[in-house]
């Protein structure tokens, strides 16, 4: 089971870029790693995926070191509304619901 | 992309009766689908799998018989809390497993 661990809060500005970072020492081999978004009284909404490297898509890039027990969410120019709970989820999908457990997230405060 | 409609989004019930939440998966099957419950302030908490055509698999410290789930056909699991009571009023998230895991929207039980 790939426990996560983030850092419970952080503050940053409008127009800055932040960096999340999620540590999981005992990632497995078929484990991915996805970051998820969420606001209050909805669903986490699906930010972005990898394995190893460094993803980017339209919204943030995600680096995986080497050795894959870290990953930084790299979210760039943030807005208000960027201000949420984000949750690094580490699994295999297909392996059940080991490594489906939420770690506590990180509550991201944007002010203006 | 692939979309999981959970409905009803809000509802409030007397204590005793039996509530059933819906989850979809839209566009995609999913033989796996998983139940969560979120209380405020708080991370997602795994409560069961839910697989096409077999029984759930329960956490530890879940009542089967009082969180009933079937996961009929590759595109819907319900989640049915039975006989509830104010101590399950809470946020219940399902999600389907699909090219990632994707989110229901959630629903919002409260039981008076």
């Known amino acids: 089971l790939a426990k996560t661990t983030q850092p419970i809060s952080m503050d940053s500005y409008e127009g800055q870029e932040v960096n999340i970072t999620c540590s999981h020492n005992?990632?497995?081999?078929?484990?991915?790693i996805t970051w998820y978004q969420q606001f209050p009284s909805q669903g986490p909404r699906f930010i972005i995926q990898?394995?190893?490297?460094?993803v980017t898509n339209e919204v943030a890039s995600l680096f995986i070191p080497a050795d894959r027990k870290s990953s930084t969410l790299s979210l760039p120019r943030v807005s208000l509304s960027d201000t949420a709970v984000y949750y690094c989820?580490?699994?295999?999908w297909g392996g059940g619901a080991d490594g489906l457990t939420f770690g506590k997230g990180t509550h991201l405060i944007i002010q203006p | 992309g692939a979309v999981v409609s959970q409905h009803p989004s809000r509802v409030i019930c007397k204590s005793g009766t039996s509530v059933k939440i819906e989850c979809r998966s839209l566009d995609f099957q999913a033989t796996t689908m998983f139940w969560y419950r979120q209380f405020p302030k708080k991370s997602l908490m795994l409560m069961a799998t839910s697989n096409e055509g077999s029984k759930a698999t329960y956490e530890q410290g879940v009542e089967k018989d009082k969180f009933l789930i079937n996961h009929a056909s590759l595109t819907l699991s319900t989640l049915t809390v039975t006989s509830a009571h104010p101590e399950d009023s809470s946020f219940y998230i399902c999600s389907a497993v699909g090219e990632k895991l994707f989110f229901g929207s959630g629903t919002q039980l409260s039981v008076l």
């Open positions: 989820l580490v699994g295999d």
């Open positions: 990898g394995y190893k490297t460094k």
């Open positions: 005992n990632i497995a081999t078929n484990d991915y």
